[in-house]
């Protein structure tokens, strides 16, 4: 079996931003990079959306950028502005076409089907696969189930993102609708739930037709879902020798939101800039105060789900800048200050001690 200097394990969205990063910077000239992938085929499965804080290598991928978001709860709606951050979705489809089609060129690039197919004795290994524990039956789940669908007639304000509806049934947990407007007739309606996994849950069509016949919207075609979940917990990352976990493996997902993109677009960046000497770079971590702030949050969101949508909606009570810096782990102290004091006080306080 060949050696390979770098090996790559899962060739989703963490690990194919690593390799893109290497190669297009050239460090992949006189190394070798194996990537382990199963799928059989890369085709779009999965929308990526993000407030741009940041510069990343896939704005060619972007299927739409808006520069306005909506929050709306049982008493009020807010439509915000975010000029200086627009916010973007990628087309998986898009991406996974630009990154395999740089690859290929590469001859000291390949892909596998099975680790078991390369001697890894000597590699340095990257891995995008999370090990959680599935049975733990405490741990909330972001759990969601899109649809993008064409209409007849114009049904969507294409100029705003609906990023999060609470109008809806909430059972259970945190339960939303979010709404892409790609165009006047089509968009992606997800239905969103913050909660522990439960089957009682997956009714996930039958939400959204209740939520579009809600809108007045009954005459649609689907023409693509997407389903996923998203651990709100840190997954279990043991410390190994010549070994980096990456992605949502890493610990490059934001526990209070769910966002991954840009983390990753940042990870694979940092372990570019130290590739020569990567078996003693200091691991890459998103912030510790935002890892304490999003344990706080999620602990208020476990005891008091009910009063999630107000709280979610009280952020935004600050400038859009400074809300979306904090949820984008770009916020300084003042700004994390002026979002903590917009939070229901008594409940937060009492969690820290919890």
């Not at 999370?130 to 049975?135: A, H, K, L, T, Y």
């Not at 879902?225 to 840190?234: N, T, V």
């Not at 990870?267 to 570019?272: A, C, E, L, T, V």
């Not at 909606?313 to 917009?342: G, M, P, Q, V, W």
Request: glycine share 4%.
């Amino acid at each position: 079996m060949k050696e390979y200097d770098f090996v790559i394990i899962g060739g989703g969205c963490a690990g194919l931003s690593l390799a893109y990063e290497l190669e297009i910077h050239n460090k992949l000239n006189e190394k070798t990079l194996a990537i382990v992938e199963t799928r059989e085929e890369y085709k779009r499965d999965k929308t990526w959306s993000f407030w741009k804080v940041n510069e990343h290598n896939f704005n060619d991928c972007i299927k739409k950028s808006w520069k306005q978001f909506s929050i709306k709860t049982d008493s009020e709606t807010k439509v915000i502005k975010c000029n200086q951050f627009p916010y973007e979705s990628i087309d998986s489809g898009l991406f996974y076409e630009k990154i395999n089609t740089r690859l290929k060129k590469n001859k000291n690039i390949k892909f596998f089907k099975n680790i078991n197919d390369l001697n890894t004795s000597k590699s340095f290994i990257f891995n995008s696969l999370p090990s959680v524990n599935e049975d733990n039956d405490t741990n909330l789940w972001q759990l969601f189930h899109g649809v993008e669908i064409e209409t007849r007639e114009n049904c969507f304000n294409e100029s705003t993102v609906n990023l999060m509806d609470f109008n809806c049934e909430q059972r259970n947990g945190v339960h939303f609708f979010y709404v892409l407007p790609f165009s006047k007739n089509k968009a992606m309606i997800e239905s969103t739930w913050l909660s522990k996994k439960n089957d009682s849950l997956k009714d996930y069509e039958s939400q959204i037709k209740i939520y579009l016949n809600d809108l007045g919207i009954k005459d649609y075609k689907i023409n693509y879902r997407e389903e996923g979940a998203i651990p709100l917990f840190y997954p279990i990352n043991r410390k190994e020798n010549n070994k980096i976990n990456i992605g949502t493996a890493g610990g490059m997902t934001r526990l209070s939101t769910g966002y991954t993109f840009l983390n990753i677009q940042e990870h694979s960046k940092y372990i570019r800039k130290n590739i020569e000497n990567i078996e003693i770079t200091k691991v890459f971590e998103i912030g510790k105060k935002y890892r304490f702030l999003d344990e706080i949050f999620l602990r208020v969101l476990k005891k008091h789900p009910e009063k999630m949508p107000n709280i979610f909606s009280k952020i935004f009570n600050t400038s859009y800048r400074t809300a979306i810096k904090f949820l984008s782990n770009k916020s300084n102290t003042i700004e994390d200050i002026s979002i903590i004091l917009k939070m229901p006080k008594w409940i937060f306080i009492k969690s820290i001690f919890n």
